[in-house]
């Protein structure tokens, strides 16, 4: 196997300084080599001697990959620290430095996301076997992601060439029959809209699995601004109007306050398109959608409600429904078109968010589905900008 260098930046909070120095003299002369994937981990080093300072570093840019915490510290304690990096969203893999641990802070660490525990005091030895251990955890982790990120971009790339071979074929096939169409009559057109139908549910499939995979892969470009939901919700809604008139099916939206959010507007155009667009396939004629906003308020997040009255589902099809190529098959959508990855991608967007997708549903009666949106986290986004908003505000 080939062999490569990997540097360990290691954090250390202790108030005894002298501590922290000797450390630093061990880990200066300490290497690791991790057999499994073929690395030699070496370490680099700083040292805090207060929990606020360590978190003002990180908040500053700074990147661990271990940290070597104590848990009496002078001002915030060692889980208070645990417990701000975690709300943060910061992985480090900890290890608490302790002379007063008891079992129910052991427990409470545990859930933290510490890793290992030293006793204080510890030996040189007591050292290096602990970050033996973590040592391996943390290169082994980082080579499991390295690994799913490039079976992720094998996925992506795959997908992008099968779509872009699959699109010109399409686009003939349809002009032609589209051409014929209009020289036709009788059984030749009834053969013909159905090929157009079935076109129509090919090109969905191609730019579902794009929209996917860009987004699973990182390829998808984010570009974030302040935007009002509202305009996207009303844009949806427009699109789909003339597909909801043809059966009857009413659609209301309800949001009379701004929904400001931080977030990529593509992105939140393919929740709209793809939840309105599903309360309409799959409603009953002179049925009803209802696409309710709300606004983050306190800790809730943005969230968007799109209620139908259609065909709705058992408990054991909602359960299944936001997996990939998942389609319901019933008596009732044996005629309705999909790809399966619609509400799948939704889920995934609503997660890059911090949020989520559920549903709640009954058989007969309809289907409810609620997604929950922060904003984009300041790491993840370029320098803000303003939306130019495509439709006038919503009043009640």
Do not use: W
């Not at 427009?238 to 977030?263: G, H």
């Not at 078109?337 to 619609?342: A, D």
């Amino acid at each position: 196997m080939e062999r490569h260098d990997e540097i360990v930046q290691v954090a250390m909070v202790d108030d005894e300084e002298p501590l922290c120095l000797g450390v630093r003299r061990i880990l200066a002369k300490f290497q690791m080599h991790v057999a499994d994937v073929g690395v030699d981990a070496s370490y680099g080093f700083t040292y805090f001697t207060t929990g606020e300072d360590l978190l003002a570093a990180v908040k500053e840019g700074a990147r661990f990959d271990l940290l070597l915490l104590d848990l009496k510290l002078p001002g915030i304690n060692g889980l208070d620290v645990l417990t701000s990096l975690s709300q943060d969203g910061h992985e480090i893999l900890t290890i608490m430095i302790t002379a007063y641990a008891t079992f129910e802070t052991a427990v409470q660490a545990t859930k933290l996301g510490a890793y290992d525990f030293l006793p204080k005091p510890f030996s040189p030895d007591e050292l290096r076997y602990a970050l033996r251990k973590a040592t391996s955890q943390l290169v082994l982790s980082r080579a499991a992601r390295k690994l799913a990120e490039e079976k992720r971009q094998v996925r992506f790339n795959f997908i992008s060439v099968l779509a872009h071979e699959l699109k010109a074929p399409l686009n003939a096939i349809e002009g032609y029959l589209n051409i014929l169409r209009t020289e036709e009559e009788g059984q030749h057109v009834q053969m013909i809209d159905r090929s157009l139908l079935r076109l129509e549910g090919m090109k969905k499939l191609i730019f579902d699995l794009l929209d996917l995979t860009r987004i699973e892969s990182g390829q998808k470009q984010r570009d974030f601004v302040h935007i009002d939901v509202r305009d996207l919700a009303k844009a949806a809604v427009d699109m789909l109007t003339i597909e909801a008139r043809a059966r009857s099916v009413s659609m209301e939206l309800r949001a009379p306050d701004p929904v400001p959010l931080y977030a990529d507007p593509s992105e939140i155009e393919i929740i709209f398109n793809n939840l309105v667009s599903n309360a309409v396939k799959y409603n009953k004629d002179d049925g009803g959608v209802v696409i309710t906003l709300l606004p983050a308020e306190d800790d809730r997040p943005a969230t968007i409600t799109v209620a139908d009255t259609g065909i709705g589902l058992t408990p054991e099809e909602a359960g299944k429904l936001f997996n990939e190529f998942v389609r319901i098959k019933n008596e009732d959508t044996v005629k309705v078109l999909g790809s399966g990855l619609g509400l799948s991608t939704v889920r995934k967007l609503a997660q890059l968010y911090g949020g989520d997708a559920v549903v709640q549903s009954e058989r007969h009666v309809g289907s409810t589905f609620t997604v929950t949106l922060n904003d984009a986290r300041p790491e993840q986004a370029p320098a803000a900008k303003t939306a130019v908003s495509p439709a006038p505000g919503l009043g009640g």
